[in-house]
């Protein structure tokens, strides 16, 4: 770059800094420990774009609905996602989702995709109801759950029923939760920017990883020896090829199957969690879901489209994405100089937008520290207010893939809840656990229960 261009560049107005934090680190201990706090705290003091230092990378935060357009429209080679996710590859797998190239990752998300596609999710809807009812049928008639617990393991069931196959569910065994729960504990703010520290956590995602590809190894073994198929996503990946013509490894194949179910799973327990404690602490909502179970699905067989008319609870887990959304923050790694609204954001480092943050605008949405599913409602639809309102599951490309799929379970679950049991929240105070990346209640949630009939 000649001298003029570089004082040109210099000259270019760049986003206003958050001050304070420590040298290097800049925010990293009040980011881990209450990141909403430090970035509702940025847009208050600067608005709709900010920076920070956050150990060694100067964070551009962008917030409101025309800031996240422009977040979410930006091309992979100038945000780039692969980049910012590195974090993921220890657990998809080399070569697989954020490790593989951009044409080969097309290509695996070409196996992905009809897997979520509504021909499919058509077919879910009575698995979603017989994993629910099967469930529940196990709590007895009265006592206490743990409600994140709960979701988390069920939706487990339901993602690996409906996802992979009843070979794969019939074959679940409290290992493979343990594994899966070892996985999850490597996903972390601290994994974001250094996924390969020799910490406990990392140690036991890195090994569950190993032990995961042998179990499903095993499976696509049997099958191979006996001569069987199943009409599943195991199979489909065993018989799928590249365009080149080369077959996926076990190894790919369970880094595919994990990112299915990553996907179609840990989105869904926490919001389906945050749901039921929202609902639970606003109860003079639970009436009209409650004549709303009884007109759509009093003598129906619950299918996709019954669940589409359950409007009334879909508004309450929008209000819990909006309040609550599970993926609290989205970045791209920066690759090549960005504009935006006259500011100047330099290659080199992060992009940030928040939904959390977004969520809470007043100009978008009406007393935004409120619980208010009825803002969803036919006339208000204050989501529709501008593009990108609404965010929990991200946006652009690189939106949330299981997004309905997650709506459809959320949906099932809370039916066949409010259906069978009274319930109500043994504590009132119920908050977000920022120690891990897809934002889930504090634990112990617990729910108290009691069976109707």
């Known amino acids: 770059m000649s001298t003029t261009s ?12 958050l001050r304070g934090g420590l040298p290097y680190l800049g925010h990293a201990f009040e980011f881990h420990r209450d990141p909403i706090g430090l970035l509702q705290r940025g847009r208050d003091q ?9 150990a060694g990378s100067q964070v551009t935060v962008l917030t409101g609905p025309k800031a996240n357009e422009a977040f979410f429209r930006a091309p ?74 709960a979701m988390n393991e069920l939706t487990v069931f339901i993602a690996s029923r409906c996802l992979i196959g009843q070979e794969f569910r019939q074959n679940l065994t409290s290992e493979f939760a343990d594994l899966y729960h070892d996985l999850e504990g490597g ?38 020896s006996h001569g069987t198929e199943g009409e599943d996503f195991l199979q489909t990946l065993m018989t799928a090829r590249y365009k080149d013509g080369s077959a996926l ?28 404690i929202l609902l639970l602490q606003h109860s003079e909502y639970l009436p009209a879901i409650l004549l709303e179970q009884q007109e759509v699905l009093g003598h129906a067989q619950v299918s996709l489209e019954a669940l589409r008319r359950l409007v009334v609870l879909e508004r309450s887990i929008k209000e819990a994405e909006r309040m609550r959304p599970p ?23 992060l992009a940030m937008v928040s939904s959390a943050v977004s969520h809470r605008i007043p100009d978008i949405f009406r007393n935004p520290d409120c619980y208010d599913p009825d803002r969803f409602a036919f006339g208000r639809e204050e989501d529709r207010k501008a593009t ?10 690189h939106r949330c893939i299981g997004q309905a799929f997650a709506f459809q ?25 920022y120690s891990t990346f897809v934002v889930g209640p504090r634990q112990p949630c617990l729910v108290r229960y009691q069976k109707k009939f």
């Not at 600067?46 to 956050?54: E, K």
């Not at 993926?327 to 480092?349: C, N, S, T, V, W």
């Open 46 to 54: 600067f608005g709709d774009i900010f920076s920070f230092l956050l």
């Open 327 to 349: 993926l609290i923050m989205l970045m791209r790694k920066i690759l090549q100089d960005f504009e935006y609204e006259g500011y100047h954001i330099p290659a080199g480092g």
């Open 409 to 433: 379970q959320v949906k099932v679950i809370w039916s066949v809840l409010l259906q069978r049991f009274d319930l109500e929240l043994v504590h009132q105070d119920y908050q977000p656990d």
């Open 388 to 397: 990108y309102a609404l965010m929990g599951f991200g946006g652009g490309r």
């Open 6 to 17: 570089t004082i040109i560049s210099n000259l270019k107005r760049t986003p206003p800094v």
């Open 249 to 276: 490894t076990d190894d790919n194949i369970t880094g595919l199957l994990l990112t299915l179910l990553f996907a179609g799973q840990h989105t869904s327990a926490v919001l389906a969690a945050w749901t039921g």
């Open 76 to 149: 992979d080679h100038q945000l780039s996602a692969k980049e910012a996710y590195q974090f993921m590859v220890p657990i998809f797998g080399a070569g697989i989702a954020y490790d593989a190239s951009p044409e080969i990752m097309s290509e695996q998300l070409g196996f992905v995709f009809p897997a979520l596609r509504e021909e499919r999710l058509q077919q879910y809807a009575q698995f979603i109801v017989e994993e629910a009812l099967a469930y529940f049928d196990s709590w007895g008639h009265s006592g206490e759950v743990d409600l994140l617990n």
């Open 187 to 224: 996903i972390n703010l601290l994994a974001f920017f250094q996924p390969y520290l020799p910490l406990p956590s990392f140690k036991r995602r890195d090994k569950a990883r190993v032990r995961m590809v042998e179990l499903i190894s095993e499976i696509i073994t049997q099958r191979r």
